[in-house]
């Protein structure tokens, strides 16, 4: 009976080692689409929790208290803008806001320059990465303030 006992419990350990073996094949996990779910939804918390308390797309132009988060993702994310280079620019903005490294001059203009917030760099990164990757909510009125700013796309 011990023997059989002390067969199966080696059996059980050898199999542990050899799984854990092959496992160690892959140097990094692939991202699965769970995943990538779970970090779309914390960046938009991230986003709804940390940004919208002055960013808020539901307010109306004369009530909001900075420019929508589309406003900026339009203005930092060009079409050859990659996401590690938007990510970087947003950690270098909000490590010290100044009117000289802004890409918004009309917004600092129109709303002055945005206080210093201090979030952890995780917390910057989630929200940069989700703007980037998704589209973001926009206020009824930014397309029709956006040509009038800008022009039409189409143009």
Not at 8 to 34: H, N, R, Y
Not at 48 to 57: F, G, I, S
Not at 58 to 80: C, F, G, Q, W
Not at 110 to 134: R, T
Request: aromatic share 8%; glycine share 4%.
């Amino acid at each position: 009976m011990r023997a059989l006992l002390f067969l199966t419990a080696l059996t059980f350990i050898v199999s542990c080692k050899q799984a854990k073996k092959s496992g160690e094949i892959e140097d990094t996990p692939m991202q699965t689409e769970v995943e990538a779910e779970d970090l779309a939804i914390r960046g938009e918390k991230l986003l709804t929790t940390y940004c919208y308390q002055c960013h808020d797309p539901k307010m109306s132009i004369d009530n909001i208290l900075a420019p929508p988060m589309i406003a900026i993702k339009n203005h930092y994310i060009m079409e050859e803008t990659t996401k590690e280079a938007f990510v970087a620019d947003m950690l270098i903005w909000m490590s010290e806001p100044r009117a000289e490294k802004s890409k918004m001059p009309d917004a600092v203009e129109k709303y002055g320059l945005m206080n210093h917030q201090v979030y952890p760099d995780s917390v910057i990164i989630g929200i940069a990465e989700y703007l980037y990757d998704n589209e973001v909510e926009q206020p009824d009125w930014y397309q029709k303030h956006h040509e009038e700013m800008h022009g039409s796309d189409e143009e």
